[in-house]
């Protein structure tokens, strides 16, 4: 039994349960299913053979309908919500018959509500159904295009993610973002009404269930451009895809590293980059400041990464630990230190029996040892000068909280004043002294 958010297309919850032999006798085809809710926490499921089938018991004329009745409890969310079916898009996946074109189905187009953006849909189509090429996408994507802009050109005000649909949005990466028919390392640039839908906050992950989610359409077509603006404004990006793009990265790495540990290996040239893979520093500034779970997160470094990709992400680690250490220790440490400091935290729970059994991993383990060693000895430091200092940090915040003095008033500015206060005077105004008698 699967429970389904249709509004989202995710797969919220799901049952297996054994059918029992004394109704399948027949084959499981002859099997009458009833289907009822029993309340907002449970389902009736009624299990039973056709009215005309033979039960042989002691005579053949004896006929039997035998039934079964099996209750099954469930829990799911009162009310639909983006909430609920954030990191439920894998599951869904084995239920749902892959797209092989970027048709939208008819279910989704029958949920666009706004007119005009089913006249969008449709023309756009229209054109793909004349023209399957790279010029008939780029004249699609003109068309939703003009119609965004002339969206925004009305309302500038209003963010375009409420001036569009969930189902219309939904269509447009149906049809503008479909899966490359074989894995290539080629690059498919991303359209760009796609490129401004990211941007603005429009598309979410769970959008494109098929084929992974957004980023896992984008790391298919290997534009890697597009992924790091999803990183930036797609906010439910599962661990798991998060990690699957750094292990595409650090295999790029790794693959133009020359391999110098045997002599003989030193003239060997690298390996060419791929074009679109960005460097493993920069990507992972990306990663360290998405905002993740610590245990999520070592699920699946320890499912996508092997030790030796570990060993270059610390490497990575070790270098910009040695830029900050390098800087003023009087100054004021920004968050990437933070950061550096969970993700080293996240390698060293995953793969630390690894490390110890890996012997090039030793070297940067016992930089990050020294680095984090001085760093907590000057802490400690610093920590005596708390109390003798925290006096003169509190009497400067009473000071900057201190209304400033007002500048004292020339000869015409108090004369105006003091005629102001007589002339209140002379009428009698004050908090009071004014009355209306009704009868």
């Not at 009833?34 to 299990?47: E, R």
């Not at 074989?182 to 603005?200: D, E, F, H, R, Y």
């Amino acid at each position: 039994m699967l429970i389904w958010d249709l509004n989202y297309n995710a797969l919220l919850a799901s049952r297996s349960q054994s059918i029992p032999p004394s109704v399948c006798r027949d084959g499981v085809a002859n099997i009458m299913v009833d289907l009822s809710s029993a309340g907002p926490s449970q389902a009736i499921l009624v299990l039973s053979t056709p009215s005309n089938y033979k039960y042989l018991k002691g005579s053949s004329s004896d006929l039997s309908r035998e039934s079964v009745i099996l209750n099954i409890p469930y829990v799911v969310p009162s009310r639909s919500s983006l909430s609920s079916v954030v990191g439920k898009g894998d599951a869904a996946r084995d239920w749902l018959a892959p797209s092989a074109t970027s048709d939208v189905p008819k279910e989704l187009a029958g949920a666009i509500v706004n007119p005009d953006e089913a006249t969008v849909i449709k023309r756009m189509n229209q054109i793909l159904s004349r023209n399957h090429d790279e010029e008939g996408f780029r004249k699609a994507d003109e068309v939703v295009m003009d119609y965004l802009q002339d969206l925004f050109d009305r309302d500038k005000r209003t963010k375009l993610s409420s001036l569009v649909s969930h189902e219309f949005v939904s269509a447009i990466l149906r049809i503008l973002l479909p899966p490359p028919p074989s894995p290539t390392g080629n690059l498919l640039k991303t359209p760009p009404t796609v490129t401004k839908l990211i941007s603005q906050g429009a598309i979410s992950q769970i959008q494109l269930l098929n084929e992974g989610g957004v980023v896992g359409i984008l790391r298919q077509r290997n534009d890697w451009v597009a992924i790091g603006t999803c990183l930036k404004h797609i906010p439910d990006i599962s661990e798991d895809i998060l990690v699957q793009l750094l292990h595409d990265v650090v295999a790029a790495h790794l693959s133009t590293t020359v391999d110098t540990s045997d002599g003989m290996d030193v003239d060997r040239p690298a390996q060419p980059r791929a074009v679109s893979i960005p460097p493993l520093s920069s990507f992972l500034e990306s990663t360290m400041a998405y905002p993740t779970s610590s245990q999520a997160l070592r699920i699946a470094l320890r499912k996508h990464l092997k030790v030796e990709h570990a060993t270059a992400i610390l490497q990575v680690l070790d270098y910009k630990m040695d830029s900050i250490c390098e800087s003023d220790p009087l100054q004021p440490v920004d968050s990437s230190f933070e950061r550096i400091l969970l993700m080293v935290q996240a390698i060293m729970d995953s793969f630390l029996i690894l490390f110890l059994q890996h012997p090039p991993s030793h070297f940067v383990l016992q930089s990050l040892f020294d680095k984090l060693t001085s760093a907590s000895d000057l802490v400690e430091q610093l920590q005596t000068l708390l109390t003798p200092l925290a006096q003169f940090s509190k009497a400067e915040e009473e000071a900057k909280s201190k209304k400033p003095a007002s500048a004292p008033l020339d000869k015409d500015q108090w004369m105006t004043r003091r005629n102001q206060r007589r002339g209140a005077a002379e009428l009698n105004i004050g908090d009071y002294q004014v009355e209306d008698l009704v009868f």
